[in-house]
């Protein structure tokens, strides 16, 4: 078997919150008089840094930014996932039977990527194995994150495969030098065909991936 370590992305790959997130970026842009929709959101802002999607809606407004943005965002998509969110599906079953060292690499801030783990019941595999880029302040398609996590778990870039679900995610896997396996269930623009190493539309087919390797 080629790979010693799997680095999964958390939104969109373990926990289900794409919906959730983009749904209240839209809404509290729209507020501010951005007009834009959930497929604006996903095609811009999914994988994104926070600040590259304030700086996208504040192109779009009338008025400058508010400066509780952010922390308003916080509250009312954390309050939001704590009655939604769920795992993705098929992966709690990866998960479990998964024989290989994992962990979770996320642009989120660390308390989210703990609420998100916590209420989906994941949490437990991954104490001690959660990468944020808010921890080293770099975010992808910046590689850092991934480097890191690979680092920390004790093998080469070339010894693990990055989970992904994003175009950015993907891209910062490969600018590190990571195998990237792209998971394109909610993959509607097909953006991520032909730049991951290989793409999967169901969990399911994971392990089997991982092993085939």
């Known amino acids: 078997m ?20 983009n749904q209240v970026m839209v809404n509290m842009a729209n507020e501010l008089g951005a007009a834009i929709d959930i497929d604006y959101a996903y095609k811009n802002f999914k994988g ?23 922390s308003e965002y916080r509250r009312r998509s954390f309050e939001t996932f704590k009655n939604e969110i769920k795992p993705v599906d098929g992966v709690t079953n990866v998960i479990k039977n ?22 989906t019941g994941l949490l437990a595999y991954f104490e001690s ?24 778990m004790g ?11 994003s175009l950015i995610g ?13 998971y394109t269930a ?10 991951a190493t290989q793409t999967f539309n169901d969990m399911s087919e994971l392990l089997s991936l991982i092993d085939s390797n």
């Open 2 to 21: 080629k790979y010693k370590c799997v680095i999964f992305d958390c939104d969109g790959v373990l926990v289900d919150s794409e919906p959730i997130a």
């Open 48 to 70: 994104n840094a926070f600040n590259n999607c304030v700086h996208q809606i504040s192109e779009l407004i009338p008025d400058a930014m508010p400066s509780n943005f952010e």
């Open 98 to 119: 998964l024989e290989l060292p994992f962990c979770v690499a996320s642009s989120g801030p660390e308390n989210k990527i703990k609420l998100n783990l916590e209420l």
């Open 129 to 152: 194995r959660m990468f944020s880029c808010y921890a080293v302040e770099k975010w992808k398609p910046d590689p850092a994150v991934f480097l890191w996590a690979a680092e920390t």
């Open 155 to 165: 093998f080469h870039p070339s010894e693990c495969v990055v989970i992904e679900d």
């Open 170 to 182: 993907v891209t910062a896997a490969i600018n590190g030098g990571f195998d990237v396996f792209g």
């Open 186 to 195: 909610d993959d509607s623009s097909n953006s991520l065909k032909g730049k």
